[in-house]
């Protein structure tokens, strides 16, 4: 069975503007890590309508073994 939890991680980017001049203040960025990186094994999953940063949270029909390109 595939371990659904990974290893979150969060990195604290400070103020953030976008392409239009908004400023967004003390943004983090979240995300999860499962495995070790090998230069060549990994698949980035962008998804900008949750604030969730479980991939299994919101794409569980999508990721995992069998489902999404990658996984063995």
Do not use: C
């Amino acid at each position: 069975m595939l371990d659904t939890t990974g290893t979150l991680h969060k990195v604290d980017i400070g103020e953030f503007i976008t392409e239009a001049g908004a400023t967004i203040p003390d943004v983090t960025i979240a995300y999860q890590a499962w495995g070790t990186f090998h230069g060549n094994n990994l698949i980035v999953v962008e998804h900008a309508l949750t604030g969730d940063s479980n991939v299994f949270d919101w794409w569980d029909g999508v990721v995992g073994p069998g489902k999404s390109p990658g996984y063995r």
